[in-house]
């Protein structure tokens, strides 16, 4: 039987992160999401593990990129201007195909912006937001309990894809508080770490941990590796929550906490008789 308990949403992908086995986080405090850095600086001495605050978005993203390249789970945590700082490292990672996981807990509009719930980001985080055409894993929770669920998985297709994988919140999940319900453990599953830069002793040939490939038909053929996995991941990976479609005139796509807006305005447009799904 599994925990309850009553916790903000910040703290909940913490708890996840760290039962799902990672045991290194770097980052940086920025509304709305600096409960999470707050609950990994108390926690992860207590399980052994590193946080450490970065002086920057840009320096916590590359120290995420060196830890990733030994194999370890890791995390970073932000918000959208943030996020848009770290895009360089990612873009290294994506092309060094290392795993390690994000989560942007999404501010409203361009520029500093507000912590108000929105859908912003969406193109940036699902098409890749730097540079050279890179994707990433999304994972998008609507409620306290998805966040818990989702980043637990993040951990686990971030290590089996060697991929990027971004939970991306917003300021009301961030900051609500609801009950979720914790397993008592989590099944962790472990992928082959042989690419990894985890020190040789001169008992293997050495890994090396690159985006740089000179010969341009090598560099084609890297590209083309990248967008065969991309394709494969969204064919075999979506996930997608459905209701009332079968029937719809009209369908609302939508994620976060907009998502559960939604479902008032289904049961308000069905009672002047129009179908949405």
Known sequence: MGQKL???????????AIRAGCRYYFGYPITPQTEIAHYMAKKMPEMGGVFLQAESEISAINMVYGAAATGVRVMTSSSSPGISLKQEGLSYMAGAELPGVIVNIVRCGP???????AQCDYFQAVKGGGHGDYRMIVLAPDSIQELYELTV??????MKYRMLVMVMGDGLLGQMMEVVEFRDSEDIRNYSTDWCVSGTGNAREKNMITSIYIQPEVLEAHNRKLQAKYARIEETEGMVETQGCEQANVIIAAFGSVSRIIRNVMDSAAAEGIRVG
């Open 111 to 117: 520029g500093l912006g507000g912590i108000l719930p």
């Open 6 to 16: 009553l916790m903000k949403g910040n703290e909940v992908i913490a708890e996840a």
């Open 153 to 158: 998985k993040a951990f686990d297709l971030a």
